[in-house]
């Protein structure tokens, strides 16, 4: 079965300092893969997505960037955090080319920026 | 430009009554409808989904109906219960895998 892993799962981070979320996923390959951000009060926003290693399409401008470099490890960083990169982020994954568009999300990490 | 939304920021029912939550769409491309349900400081969990050629859908106590005309589906939940409460999502997907989601609607269910 697939299964898909994000950490840490809490994170409080100064203004300014830099971030790393990782997340993996197992028991699949070629995965298209997600990350979102649930803002406090918020729906779900799509931040970034990639359909392959090294592929990556941004959905709004920001200091947040994303990479790929492995098949099922997909990460979220900024160089400098700003107070408004609080939230939850979420990774998701779902099957390339899959006709129902299921998507699967992860635990989430949730990000203070202080 | 939201493209699906949810208009109820949140939902008040009484444990065993129906919940009836609502979302509406713009892009009449989307093909797929999908409803999630998160808990706080969990991530969101699929819960049930309709393909654009059906109407309705039902699995045990969550039936999705779709109005395409009117580019409205909703979510009942009967009966409901306290362990439904929770945030609950719907998310419209068409060509290329990628899922627009709405605002969310929190529902409480009062034992």
């Known amino acids: 079965s697939q299964t898909i892993h994000q950490w840490p799962a809490t994170l409080v981070q100064p203004v300014g300092s830099p971030l790393s979320l990782e997340c993996t996923v197992e028991g699949t390959s070629n995965p298209n893969l997600y990350w979102y951000r649930q803002a406090a009060g918020r729906g779900l926003q799509l931040l970034f997505y990639?359909?392959?290693?090294?592929?990556i399409s941004s959905e709004v401008p920001q200091n947040l960037s994303a990479s790929r470099p492995q098949d099922r490890q997909f990460i979220l960083s900024s160089k400098k955090l700003l107070l408004s990169d609080s939230g939850f982020y979420l990774c998701a994954w779902s099957v390339r080319g899959g006709a129902d568009n299921e998507q699967f999300f992860g635990p989430g990490t949730r990000l203070t920026v202080l | 430009d939201q493209q699906v939304k949810q208009n109820s920021p949140s939902l008040s029912v009484q444990e065993g009554r129906i919940s009836i939550l609502n979302c509406d769409y713009t892009n009449s491309m989307f093909d797929y409808f999908l409803w999630y349900k998160k808990y706080p400081a969990e991530g969101p969990t699929f819960l049930i989904s309709?393909?654009?050629?059906?109407d309705k859908n039902e699995d045990g106590r969550f039936t999705v109906f779709l109005n395409k005309s009117a580019k409205h589906l909703s979510l009942h939940i009967v009966p409901s219960q306290p362990g439904d409460s929770a945030v609950y999502f719907c998310a419209a997907g068409g060509a290329g895998n990628m899922l627009t989601f709405g605002g969310g609607t929190r529902l409480m269910v009062k034992p």
């Open positions: 990639s359909v392959g290693i090294g592929q």
């Open positions: 309709i393909s654009s050629i059906k």
